[in-house]
């Protein structure tokens, strides 16, 4: 016994003395386990759900995607790489009937799925859904060690073993908190092999390699790390158009470094070196990219700008064109001289090539800077929306967004603590000013003051960033005269991290998709205010309570936050599979593949392009590449919102269009296609169809049978155009402005055990009074009711269902589909809510009707529920994918302006 406990002694002390001798091992384990971590909370789509993994369709019986629509495509090039071992300069499926170029778009993602699939099929035999599905988790897993030596890179200084701790600390609980934040994981979880998923590990590669090149002394091993940081940040633009984070990023930084004196010979070296080579690196790899739109654009042309400013400064002063053109009489640091007379020169130059470039240029930057999404299209996209502080604010909770927001006030005080006292007071109050003025200038919506576009909204987004400016340059001028040092000190590792933090706010503030790049960046703020206050309590004995204080309030925040976040982001990864309305699709598309011949082309809104191609196996005429938006106007204007069956068919038949698909969301997005079909006074737009929802309190008893009153949470929708009629030699005009409509009345009664209707009246609010109009048109089950009479409008009796302890209650009359004039007169009225009842479009053929997973489940139990169900328990309308055959008349006509790339002339709006 005492033998095997000296055993376990000497092992023991065997274990801590190779600890001790190796004292950096614990970093990379705990990094490991770091990675492991990671990878068990992505691949939880890929377990086990009730008997089958989660991303599976079982009419292929086989792996699936995550509900997202991109990767499909993304998967489909990968299967015909690895099924033909290359892909088609043309792909024949997409924008038929010309077909796309596919050396224009970004194929990493496609070729990072087959070599998944390649690496996998060594150690077994995988489907190469599996592979796409499985990609984005070993993609992570990547992503998680770049991430983690880029903050480590930060933050770590040569000979300085204190700051080697500290620097591995911060990196260690910034990875944690990159790996479990919430708003992380949607683009890098099991299912969905998005851009992003591998973007993500590309741009933390760059900025590791890129500050590894700046930092190394030697000339040739910093070359080689700069040209590998360029491949890598090309490698990104080949993945994901957020490649301009790093180029501007860089960029900004470096200009920064410049102005403050750190950029020498070596530094230009690295800088051209890197730049040159991303850049040769894409222009010989993809047709996407053009050594002209490099030049010229805002983020790669900034970059551009950078390099040429560098090798101007050189020319300049390690020549004597300096003393030619008599610099040394002006008052002001060398590198500022270099600047403006760079920018001078640019600017006359640009003048004499170009006279309105210039003020282009400032356009699209005051554009970018205020309203960065315009146009039909691109406001009606959601991952586009410009979201107000009050929306993303969310994607952090109020505890960590204060924290990180304080943590990076205090690096940055803490970057110029070698300025005076009151200097860097001064200093650190206009980066709070600045930093509050970017953030919280497009707070809320209007009324708000600060809804992003108001005067005083844009005095202050403009006016803190300015004094943020002007407060630097006051202070590095004043240091510089003084021949004081202090801003030269400022290391380049920081400027990086704070331009990028700076940029990723701003996206932030621009678009809701690009909310994620700021995600995993936040906690490096975190991490750093939780160390540091750590290390100051060993290093500060005046203050040392306060520091106690603060460390032990960032370690509660830090671990209450990071259980909660692991709870929050296990459960969400774990359902982030197909769910009802995908596998309703996975139904609807079998159908497809069964049923439709292999050259069938389908035509709908753009959104499910990738679906009908991927899982249909079809090709389509629009997709989610929005290649040519001039199509989404044509498709919306013409099929959607159509109110003429010949112009329809002659821009299918345009297109080789053999069938029409619309499925329910389309009624949801009514308000999206409608505003792009519109003319230039918006003659299209509309909501779209209504529900309204009647319950057991809106129901009265008559002498003839039942009135039934239908409502709107809401309220009162708004009128999507005027309506005038006469009603009992009364004439009512209901102006948009002032009018809307809050509810249906209904009276029926019964006959011989069916409903009997009287006709139905609008409810309408004009000028806070109530007017009920008579309503011409009510269909109930498969019959339409003509009453002749009645603003030319209709309604549609679907079914209200409920659910209560595992019992289905169906109220046949509970709900309404109100079709408004402007939408009674479209296509998806009649054609997919009236289901063609009024005969105005005999030529869509329906060839099948997919109903929705809920109902297709109820109705095991209940054997008569519509096509279109209101659920009070399950979100509301649901209605079915419907599709047609189309049949041609035979008078259709070549119109080339139905399958044009380009915008006519006299479209005078922008989509």
């Known amino acids: 016994m005492e033998s095997e406990e000296r055993i376990i002694e000497q092992r023991k002390k065997k ?25 068990y909370i992505r691949y939880q789509p890929l377990t086990d759900h009730n008997g089958n993994p989660g991303l599976w369709d079982a009419t292929q019986n086989d792996y699936t995607l995550g509900p997202d629509l991109d990767p499909f495509l993304f998967l489909r090039y990968a299967r015909e790489i690895i099924e033909t071992g290359e892909l088609s300069q043309i792909d024949n499926m997409r924008n038929v009937p010309l077909g796309f170029d596919t050396t224009t778009e970004l194929q990493m993602v496609s070729y990072m799925i087959v070599l998944t699939y390649r690496v996998l099929n060594i150690f077994g035999t995988y489907s190469i859904n599996y592979a796409g599905a499985f990609m984005p988790v070993w993609m992570f897993a990547l992503t998680i060690i770049a991430f983690f030596f880029f903050v480590r890179e930060i933050f770590i200084r040569k000979n300085e073993k204190e700051t080697e701790l500290k620097a591995n600390l911060i990196s260690l609980v910034s990875t944690l908190f990159m790996i479990i934040i919430p708003g992380f994981l949607s683009r890098t979880v099991a299912g969905i092999p998005e851009k992003e998923s591998v973007a993500f590990f590309f741009m933390f590669l760059s900025f590791f390699l890129f500050l590894k090149a700046w930092k190394t002394e030697k000339l040739l091993p910093s070359s080689i790390i700069a040209i590998l940081a360029g491949i890598s940040t090309a490698l990104m633009g080949l993945t994901w158009g957020g490649v301009t984070y790093i180029y501007i990023a860089i960029s900004l930084a470096t200009l920064a470094a410049f102005i403050i004196n750190k950029v020498n ?19 010989s790899l993809t047709n996407r990219f053009s050594l002209k739109g490099f030049i010229l654009g805002l983020d790669t042309g900034l970059a551009t700008a950078c390099l040429g400013i560098l090798i101007f400064h050189l020319i300049l002063w390690k020549t004597n064109l300096n003393k030619i053109i008599r610099l040394d009489k002006i008052n002001l640091p060398d590198n500022i001289k270099t600047i403006i007379l760079f920018l001078v020169v640019a600017i006359i130059i640009g003048l004499i090539i170009s006279p309105g470039s210039i003020f282009e240029l400032f356009q699209r930057v005051n554009d ?3 309203k960065p999404v315009t146009g039909r299209w691109n406001t009606t996209v959601a991952e586009n929306k410009q979201p107000y502080f009050t929306e993303w604010f969310s994607s952090f909770g109020k505890t960590l967004f204060w924290a990180f927001i304080i943590g990076s006030i205090v690096l940055f005080s803490n970057i110029f603590k070698k300025l005076k006292r009151k200097d860097n007071i001064i200093l650190t109050l206009s980066y709070v000013i600045f930093l509050f003025g970017l953030i919280f200038s497009r707070y809320a919506s209007h009324p708000s003051i600060l809804d992003g576009e108001g005067f005083f909204s844009k005095f202050m987004y403009y006016g803190s960033a300015l004094i943020f400016l002007a407060t630097i340059i006051y202070y590095y001028n004043n240091y510089h005269k003084q021949k004081d040092p202090a801003f030269d000190n400022t290391e380049y590792e920081y400027l990086l991290l704070f331009s990028l933090f700076i940029l990723t706010l701003f996206t932030a503030r621009s678009a809701v998709r690009l909310i994620m790049v700021l995600v995993p960046l936040a906690p490096i703020f975190l991490s750093y205010f939780l160390v540091d206050s750590g290390f100051k309590i060993k290093s500060n004995n005046k203050n040392k309570v306060i520091y106690i204080a603060i460390f032990f309030i960032l370690l509660f925040i830090t671990i209450f936050s990071a259980v909660d976040y692991y709870k929050t982001v296990k459960n969400t990864s774990y359902g982030y599979i197909p769910y009802y309305y995908t596998n309703q699709w996975q139904n609807a598309m079998a159908w497809v593949r069964e049923n439709t011949l292999e050259n069938s082309v389908f035509a709908h809104w753009w959104d499910y392009g990738y679906w009908v191609q991927s899982m249909g196996n079809r090709a389509t005429v629009t997709d989610g590449g929005n290649v040519i938006v001039w199509w989404n106007y044509l498709t919306g204007r013409y099929v959607l919102t159509g109110d003429n069956q010949n112009q329809a068919l002659e821009f299918l038949w345009n297109h080789n269009v053999d069938y029409l698909l619309i499925d329910s969301s ?18 299209r737009l509309s909501q779209g169809p209504l529900t309204f929802v009647s319950y057991p309190s809106n129901m009265i008893e008559t002498k003839t049978g039942v009135q039934r009153m239908y409502t709107i949470n809401a309220g009162v929708y708004s009128l999507d155009e005027d309506i005038s009629y006469t009603l009992n030699n009364t004439k009512y005009d209901l102006f948009q402005e002032n009018s809307g409509i809050g509810g249906i009345l209904l009276e029926y009664g019964e006959q011989q055990g069916q409903a009997v ?59 309404i589909i109100y079709l408004s004039p402007r939408v009674l007169r479209g296509l998806l009225g009649q054609v997919y809510i009236l289901n063609n009842s009024l005969g105005n479009f005999p030529n869509f053929k329906i060839a099948h009707i997919e109903k929705d997973i809920i109902t297709r489940s109820f109705s095991q139990n209940y054997q008569g529920l519509e096509e ?3 659920y009070e328990n399950y979100g509301g309308l649901q209605g079915p994918i419907k599709i047609w055959k189309i049949e041609y008349t035979g008078q259709e006509k070549e119109n080339l302006e139905f399958v044009q790339k380009t915008v006519p002339e006299y479209i005078t709006w922008k989509f």
């Open 15 to 39: 274990i801590i003395g190779y600890f001790k001798e190796n004292n950096k091992l614990w970093i990379y384990v705990v990094l490991l386990l770091l990675v492991i971590l990671g990878i």
């Open 265 to 283: 010979k070596k530094e230009t070296f690295v800088y051209g070196l890197w730049l040159v080579s991303s850049l040769l690196v894409l222009l």
């Open 368 to 370: 970018r800077l205020i």
């Open 666 to 683: 389309d009624i949801g997005k009514y308000g999206a296609f409608s505003q792009i079909g519109s003319n230039e006074n918006y003659d």
């Open 757 to 815: 209707f009287k006709q139905p009246h609008a409810l309408f609010i004009n000028n806070n009074k109530r007017v009920d109009l008579p309503i011409r048109y009510l269909q109930a089950g498969n019959e339409l009711y003509d009453f002749k009479t009645g603003i030319n409008a209709a309604v549609k009796v679907i079914q209200k269902v409920g659910v209560s302890n595992n019992q289905l209650s169906v109220d046949n009359l509970g709900s």
């Open 868 to 870: 279109f169900v209101y």
